[in-house]
Each structure stands twice: as C-alpha cells, then as structure tokens.
C-alpha cells in the first residue's frame, strides 16, 4: 500500500544544514501535493511547505528563504533542505501528501542546538 519513509535527521549547530529525504510507495504520489510537517515539543503538528506535482512550492514564514522543499517524482522522492539552521527549529518533522492519501510515518528527529 501506500507508505512514507523518512531520513536524513540528525543534530546540527545553530547555523548548520541538514537535508531530509522521503521516499513514496505507489503511483499515486505523482498526482499529490507532498508537504513537510513539523511538531516541536510542547506543540502541536504544523505543516511548513508543501510543492505540488507540477513544483509549486510554498512556505510559512517562519522558515521562508532558509528551508527548500523539492520532489522527483521519477524516484518518488521529496526533499526539504534546511539551512541557517535554528533552535526553534528543533523539531520532528514528517512528510505527508495534503489529501491524506498516505499514512503519516515514523518522523525525523531534527535537533538544532544553541
């Protein structure tokens, strides 16, 4: 069926990079929107970016001009490159298409220390 598997988290410095992966099972993820999720403790789950099939891609402010969401879907992968890494953005973040067609995945611990 359809999965969602997620890497690439880790433990950065404050002004470092890290780049998370998601791979996709099923055909259905060249027709949805994929977007990137986040819950930091203490918080509730929020959705940063998302890019759409065609690669319309959107971001809340709060990570504009440092995060990159990006897909292929020939590999049925999405990506999102973060940079200027912050504490705030200590996290665990998920990928997840917009519709719900997917289950939600195990997540990615990202944490950014001081």
């Known amino acids: 069926q359809v999965q969602l598997v997620e890497s690439g988290g880790g433990s950065v410095q404050a002004g470092g990079s890290l780049r998370l992966s998601c791979v996709a099972s099923?055909?259905?993820?060249?027709?949805?929107?994929m977007g990137w999720y986040r819950q930091a403790p203490g918080k509730t789950r929020e959705r940063i970016a998302f890019?759409?099939?065609?690669?319309?891609?959107s971001y809340i402010d709060a990570v504009k001009g440092r995060f990159t969401i990006s897909r292929n879907n020939a590999k049925k992968l999405v990506y999102l490159q973060m940079n200027s890494l912050k504490p705030q953005d200590t996290a665990v973040y998920y990928c997840?298409?917009?519709?719900?067609?997917?289950?939600w995945g195990q997540g990615n611990q990202v944490t950014v220390s001081s």
């Open positions: 997840k298409d917009v519709t719900n067609r997917y289950d």
């Open positions: 890019i759409t099939s065609g690669g319309y891609t």
């Open positions: 099923g055909s259905i993820f060249n027709i949805v929107t």
